[in-house]
């Protein structure tokens, strides 16, 4: 059978929005009603004045954030490139879950280790929420995030401290976003994360990290520093009808650059960081080695050090493979569609 270049590129076009969406496990929630935009101005006042939050450090559990708010948030977080980036999310709360159906971009002063809110984004937030008031949508803001380019998703010392005075004003949700291994992966790199009350300690099992991050040298020391302080949320998509069109109008647009681009090219900055960086862990691991000597002891600390530096080549490898493969699929797919366009016309 012989297809048209329209219908060709119009299969690729939902293919590459069908793969964009399972590697990010986005679903529409409701496509008749889309009722996780319905906000309920009644039922969230109800549900704000139990507080059920106040006698539960853990009462969230999930986050549910549309396909749009994704989109801008990873779209934002890309831009800033190795400098970090904060917005706002709006939304509402559910039992045990906040829903996030928008995100804006704050105007704030971030450099390669932090981001600072000050009062200019401050006067900014409420001047937007009350326009988004004046024109109708009654969603509060339910969140913030920010960008962690290249070194995973968690909360810093500066980022709990941020989180935990947000939270005094009511139910907050963190979400950190990493764009560089986003690009890398394929797939959203993304947390959401909720601080303990002060005087609360946590049991430690709560708090161990079951997913191995791979953190630069730089970021080791705070990496894990305030782990007791804080808890990681679920993570989950939906999309509206609405969500639906505007996605599908988007990779009508950009499907070609979508399905051309090689990951192993985009990524290449981030590929060559990760891999100077863990030259250092291996140095580092070598002098402990020489220090340890042969009867230093310390054989638990040296495995585990010896162990981070390997499955973080690991990970490294891994990557690249899927980079490799990636481009491989794709030259077969676009060698191809040129062979069925010839035999067309």
Request: proline share 4%; glycine share 8%; charged share 25%.
């Amino acid at each position: 059978m012989n297809y048209t270049s329209a219908q060709i590129a119009r299969s690729d076009s939902v293919a590459a929005q069908q793969s964009w969406e399972l590697e990010n496990a986005i679903s529409i929630f409701d496509p008749q009603r889309d009722s996780l935009y319905q906000y309920d101005e009644h039922m969230q006042k109800v549900f704000n004045d139990a507080r059920p939050w106040a006698s539960n450090p853990h009462y969230f559990k999930s986050v549910r954030i549309s396909a749009t708010a994704l989109l801008k948030m990873v779209m934002h977080a890309r831009s800033g490139g190795s400098m970090e980036v904060m917005g706002l999310m709006q939304g509402y709360i559910m039992p045990e879950t906040f829903v996030v159906t928008d995100a804006f971009r704050l105007p704030v002063e971030g450099t390669e280790t932090r981001v600072n809110a000050q009062d200019e984004a401050n006067e900014y937030m409420v001047s937007y929420l009350q326009s988004c008031r004046d024109a109708g949508r009654q969603e509060n803001a339910v969140g913030w995030y920010h960008s962690h380019p290249g070194y995973g998703c968690w909360l810093s010392g500066i980022d709990v401290a941020t989180q935990q005075t947000q939270q005094m004003t009511g139910p907050f949700v963190a979400v950190v976003i990493d764009p560089e291994r986003t690009i890398s992966a394929g797939r959203v790199e993304i947390g959401a994360f909720r601080t303990f009350p002060l005087d609360y300690t946590p049991p430690k099992e709560g708090h161990e990290d079951d997913e191995y991050q791979t953190i630069p040298l730089g970021k080791a020391e705070d990496f894990g520093a305030h782990a007791n302080q804080y808890y990681s949320l679920d993570v989950s998509h939906f999309k509206s009808t609405l969500d639906t069109d505007l996605l599908s109008r988007l990779w009508n647009k950009y499907w070609v650059a979508t399905l051309s681009q090689s990951p192993l090219f985009t990524s290449r900055d981030y590929g060559s960081k990760q891999m100077m960086d863990l030259s250092e862990k291996v140095r580092k691991a070598t002098r402990g080695l020489d220090n340890y000597g042969p009867r230093g002891g310390g054989t638990t600390s040296k495995d585990q050090q010896l162990d981070k530096v390997v499955r973080g080549g690991e990970r490294i490898v891994s990557e690249e493979v899927k980079g490799l493969l990636a481009s491989e699929v794709k030259m077969k797919l676009f060698q191809g569609i040129g062979d069925q366009s010839s035999s067309a016309t």
